[in-house]
């Protein structure tokens, strides 16, 4: 049982700095020994857990999915409106992927790993599919047009956030994402919702931005 723990331990050491050199250097220019050094684990535990910088870099992907599908659930679990829901978890996933390293670098990874696809998730499928299951619900409550399609609503939704992520990654500027959120839906909402409700998500915006902006 104790051999067991240490490896846990050793494992989520690993995962943890792999995460961090990921977001710092990227898939391509990210090196093992960095990871090691970091992680303070050995060449001979990195090889028992993981073979090769692809399986490393993948068991960070599935990590950083399970965290995403956390952070979602309550939006589900509660009375939340869909649309507010919707909102809401475009920053909460801004504010992990800022300070949850797993988190920031599987985002990364996903766009730099373009040909990832794994047996268990898929991530961009999981994040498109929250947005367009929430915006029906947010069609029979009323706040999205009813004439919207929300299959392609959800989809806009991620490609939209998924291409200010990798500009801001580019840029090296990620501490911008709350204040590129908060622009695209000023100029979202207009189209999105009924016109009497465009004002009150506006200020629903400025309110949830606060706590998440950088300076």
Not at 41 to 55: D, I, Q, V
Not at 177 to 183: D, G, Q, S, V
Request: proline fraction near 5%; aromatic fraction near 10%; glycine fraction near 4%.
């Amino acid at each position: 049982m104790a051999t067991q723990k240490r490896a846990e331990v050793t494992r989520r050491a690993l995962l943890h700095a792999a995460a961090e050199v990921f977001t710092r250097h990227g898939y391509a220019d990210t090196k093992l020994s960095e990871i090691l050094t970091q992680s303070l684990a050995t060449k001979g535990a990195l090889y028992f857990h993981y073979s090769s910088k692809e399986e490393l870099a993948r068991a960070v992907i599935e990590e950083g999915t399970r965290r995403f599908t956390a952070v979602c659930i309550p939006y589900f679990d509660s009375p939340t409106p869909a649309f507010e829901a919707m909102i809401g978890i475009s920053f909460v996933t801004v504010d992990v992927a800022l300070t949850d390293a797993v988190m920031g670098a599987t985002f990364r990874l996903i766009t730099e790993m373009g040909d990832y696809r794994s047996s268990e998730t898929d991530t961009f499928a999981t994040w498109i599919s929250t947005y367009q299951l929430l915006a029906r619900r947010a069609i029979d409550e009323g706040d999205l047009r009813k004439d919207a399609d929300p299959d392609a609503v959800g989809q806009l939704l991620v490609e939209l956030f998924a291409g200010a992520r990798l500009l801001a990654t580019a840029t090296d500027n990620p501490t911008t994402l709350p204040r590129r959120t908060a622009m695209a839906w000023d100029l979202l909402l207009p189209v999105l919702v009924n016109t009497p409700q465009v004002d009150y998500f506006r200020q629903f915006v400025t309110r949830r931005l606060p706590a998440v902006d950088l300076p």
